[in-house]
């Protein structure tokens, strides 16, 4: 097995990116692979880490040119000798990489390079190949290359032509384009010219000069046949507001929140307007989307912009009232121009870096070093390495313990993590069974309204997004953790007493079900799917703050014989009168934010199977309730993805004697 290390930061959107589109990359390469993502800044230093991540944003919103004086300083050589003297950081690098012994190690941040030329000061031979990628564009500071690498992987000509200047021999500079995610590698329908009346479909990516966007919508929509689609990020402020300025032309605004989407929109549109990030410009090449970039950030960002005025594949703009002007001359005289910058996007675009670059870390991954070791970090987590291996529709197999939680939210509700997170947070865990379920409101009542503007609940228009990410993410559980994912939702139907307010969750849905229904139809269209419908939270929580939803509860009578099953348990409240009323059970961690994890779980005896774990739901039985807990991570107060979590199923056969089963 071929162990990778990817080292990112989390200072700029683009080290992260790079970071996780590579490491999917190399998993779609070799499926036999493991390659893990570590942020070692936000493991060595914690709280300071935040502030200065919080300090690092505020500076680039709010005093970009005081911030484009600080990046420059990394290239005075005083300061550059000192980027190896993160004594913490240092540290902590020097424990990863003797528990974990990678075959390459992969950085998407200029700082690691020189920590590990600091670690291996002193004669002593690297025992794994280094390979950098840098993902800055033209203004590339030295920092980037003046430590050692194997190789430095850039994303154009460009840019290679800065490193040989700077001393970087040409033969260990790759060009191979910035590693965007694979999904833009496959081969979506052309898209078309604009001609006639078509619509001009332009994407509007707002992070800062929020205060502008509206007049600089209002020019836009000035322009004949430009239809708008706008991300306000986690602004739900911003995004009502702008929902309601365009309210009278929403026949050709889509106003959005955050969105995990972003290739599909590149792919869709045909202009992009945004600031000169590093990420989202090397997107819009790989999608051959032109750009107007409307905010450049002094430092990292200033290469990107040349980058779009070098090779004329859109237009930078000073203010934002002049992205219209823009946008006008793009798609006049049967869009010449715009024309012009797709032909010199296909000429540049490499939508496959990614795979390119995890092509060059898999070969040089091959060398063999002395000494190596079955090490904790690559190594499946206990829970799995003791079961039998399945194939991988995640059918058949004998009968197993099954630890799983039917109850979670990600970003795309009121959660902290992102789906993707989700997965690998669950998969590292050692998790069988999972179901994602974010909020989703009654549209026709005022408290889902409210709630869907303030990015509390999965929007109307992002439904089709979500369960299309969950889907392909359930691949990638199967292939990287063998765990099973399903695609489930939490129904609010939200009152202003809590006996009239009712959250109902729809386990293992194949399709979007209308919020709007009544309760009975709901669980109806939820049964249609071959889905579970499951009362969440029903009684009165007393461990967690929150509103009590008590509806269902209060009218069981009704319920009773149309659910499958009651929350029993959720995160800390333990319901007692389900089970004296012997209602069917499951319990569930209601996640949101990392913490949470410590919480009720269920237990099911079954084989591991979609299938065969709702049946015993529905019948209600093999099945258990169990707290949670890390013990090995837990005792140790430990941060690092490489500290294995607790053996489960050895605790499971201790606590069954314990725990409420039914058979």
Not at 106 to 123: A, D, E, F, M, N
Not at 388 to 412: E, K, R, V, W
Not at 458 to 481: D, H, K, M, P, T
Request: proline fraction near 5%; aromatic fraction near 8%.
């Amino acid at each position: 097995m071929k162990k990778i290390l990817i080292l990112t930061a989390g200072f700029g959107d683009g080290h992260n990116a790079a970071a996780r589109n590579l490491r999917e990359a190399v998993e779609l390469v070799d499926e036999d692979a493991r390659a893990e993502t570590l942020d070692l800044f936000a493991d060595s230093y914690g709280a300071f880490n935040t502030l200065a991540r919080k300090t690092y944003l505020g500076m680039v919103a709010y005093a970009p040119r005081l911030w484009g004086q600080f990046y420059s300083l990394m290239e005075n050589p005083f300061v550059e000798k000192q980027l190896g003297g993160f004594t913490r950081l240092q540290n902590t690098l020097e424990k990863v990489l003797a528990e974990t012994q990678p075959d390459c190690v992969v950085s998407t941040y200029p700082v690691y390079g020189h920590v590990i030329k600091k670690i291996y000061s002193s004669h002593q031979e690297r025992p794994f190949r280094f390979i950098t990628v840098v993902t800055d564009s033209i203004t590339i500071n030295s920092a980037w290359f003046r430590a050692p690498s194997d190789y430095f992987c850039v994303a154009n000509e460009a840019t290679a032509e800065v490193l040989i200047k700077g001393g970087v021999p040409e033969e260990q500079i790759k060009v191979t384009g910035f590693p965007v995610d694979p999904k833009f590698a496959e081969n979506p329908d052309e898209l078309r010219q604009p001609i006639a009346d078509e619509p001009r479909r332009v994407l509007y990516v707002i992070n800062t000069g929020k205060k502008k966007a509206g007049k600089a919508i209002d020019r836009l929509l000035e322009l004949d046949d430009v239809h708008l689609t706008i991300t306000t990020g986690r602004d739900p402020e911003l995004r009502a507001k702008l929902i309601e300025r365009t309210r009278d032309q929403e026949h050709r605004v889509k106003v959005l929140g955050w969105t995990n989407q972003m290739p599909e929109l590149l792919m869709s549109h045909h202009l992009i307007i945004g600031k000169a990030g590093g990420a989202i410009v090397q997107e819009a090449i790989a999608a051959r989307c032109p750009m107007i970039v409307n905010q450049v950030i002094p430092g990292q960002e200033e290469g990107n912009a040349e980058l779009i005025e070098k090779f004329n594949i859109g237009a930078v703009v000073e203010k934002n009232k002049e992205a219209a002007e823009a946008v006008e001359m793009a798609f006049e005289k049967r869009a010449t121009l715009w024309n012009e910058w797709r032909k010199n996007l296909k000429k540049i675009s490499r939508p496959d870096a990614a795979m390119k670059i995890a092509r060059l870390v898999l070969d040089e991954s091959e060398n063999d070093f002395p000494g190596g070791k079955a090490v904790k970090l690559f190594d499946p987590s206990p829970a799995r390495v003791m079961r039998s291996p399945q194939p991988a529709n995640g059918h058949g197999g004998s009968a197993q313990m099954l630890l799983c939680d039917f109850h979670i939210h990600t970003n795309y509700s009121d959660g902290k993590l992102s789906v993707p997170d989700i997965i690998d947070f669950y998969g590292e865990r050692g998790f069988d069974c999972i179901c994602i379920t974010d909020h989703l409101a009654d549209p026709k009542r005022l408290l889902g309204k409210l709630a869907e503007l303030a990015n509390c609940t999965l929007g109307q228009g992002q439904i089709g997004e979500y369960f299309s990410v969950i889907e392909r993410e359930r691949q990638r559980a199967w292939r990287r953790y063998k765990m099973l994912v399903m695609t489930g939702i939490e129904f609010n139907k939200d009152g202003y007493t809590s006996k009239t307010s009712a959250h109902l969750l729809g386990i293992d849905l194949k399709a979007p079900v209308d919020a709007s229904l009544e309760i009975p139809e709901i669980i109806e269209k939820i049964h249609e799917q071959g889905g579970l419908a499951v009362a969440s939270h029903p009684h009165i929580m007393k461990s967690e703050w929150g509103k009590n939803t008590l509806y269902l509860w209060e009218n069981q009578e009704t319920f009773a014989p149309l659910l499958d099953a009651w929350e029993i348990a959720n995160r800390n409240n333990i319901f007692n009168d389900i089970g004296l009323k012997r209602l069917p059970f499951i319990a569930n961690s209601d996640f949101h934010k990392p913490k949470h994890i410590y919480s009720w779980k269920t237990l099911i005896h079954a084989e591991k199977d979609y299938e065969a774990i709702k049946d015993c739901i529905r019948r209600n039985e093999h099945v258990a309730i169990t707290l949670y807990r890390d013990f090995a991570g837990a005792a140790k107060g430990a941060k690092h993805a490489f500290e294995p979590a607790a053996t489960m199923p050895r605790l499971f056969e201790e606590r069954l004697s314990l725990q409420a089963v039914n058979h």
